[in-house]
């Protein structure tokens, strides 16, 4: 089914290729003049139009100029419908922006194969242009995600050479401990970065298989908050737990559960600055039990809250572009698999607070 508009300043002819198209399952519009023609398309956005040459105020080769380039992304064809047959008419038309031109008296069968060939090669013309947009998108995705992996492996990477190179050079036995624990838990974050691009593409065709069990969201949050301990520590920041869910249990991935729990807290040591803090909590509400991880960092703008969340989402904070990666959209599909949700917010004491919010096993 198409728009149709029918453009002719007599009546009578309108009236007829109604009743020619009757039956055609299109909706058709009428226009008794060139001007109206162009307010009307601008509301109604034809898929195809025919149009009178012999008009009084704009005649037909200036509104097919005119439409041309008011719907020139729509790829409209238009349909010269005249009593006008020469050459000269014919050239004109076509310099006009004209696709096909119907000789009055019109013939009824003409008309609608002209017009089921023309829809059909729109039709044709707006998938290749849509295809084509795709595939300039795939590549920039491409392009922008294999930056975005060497972007993220490049950091740990350069903090375990870092303390391997202090190590070499002989600190003390307490600091060398302090600069291995550090390049272990940079090395489990580009393990983890990479488990987490292999389950990308499995979530995204809803091909990954959950390992679900059921247990406590602390089995998950204690050792976390455990091992990260001495990096809160060695940089001055508070680390304050506290998970008060009773006997309320999830039934969940423990492995992928705990890279999303992994990717937020880490988010969060980064971003939080010496002397800052960080607050672990979790709770139960109505058949859910949420898990929140907030930090005293830059808070991420209002506007910029739903977009960290899409593939290579970025957010505009004070400090500048704050790049978050991949990180944030595998933690989000990784809860959505769940059924659950993913959000951010604030509270009056902490800045940017992300939250987790998974079913309860017995809701």
Known sequence: MANILIVDDEAVNRELLHAYLDGADHTLYDAASGEAALALAENIRPDLVLLDIMMPGLDGFE??????????????????????????????????????FLTKPVDRHELLVRIGNLLSLRAHQVALVRRNVELVELQRFRTEMSAMVVHDLKNPLAVILANLEYVLDGGDTAENREALLDSRAAGQRMVRLLANL??????????LSLRRTRMHIEEIVNPLVRQRAHIAEARAIQL????????????????LISRVVENVFDNALRHTPAGGRIAVGGRVATGAVTLTIGNTGTAIPQQARDRIFEKYGQADGEVGRMNLGLGLYFCRLAAEAHGGRMWVGETLELPTVFGLELPAADA
């Open 198 to 207: 292999a389950d990308l593409s499995r979530i995204e065709v809803g091909q």
């Open 63 to 100: 509104t097919a100029r005119r439409l041309k380039a008011s719907l020139g992304d729509d790829r409209v064809p238009i349909v010269l419908v005249t009593a006008l047959s020469d050459h000269e008419s014919r050239l004109r038309g076509l310099r006009s922006g004209a696709d096909e």
């Open 240 to 255: 304050d737990s506290s998970i008060d869910t009773d006997d309320v249990h999830i039934f969940a991935d423990p492995e």
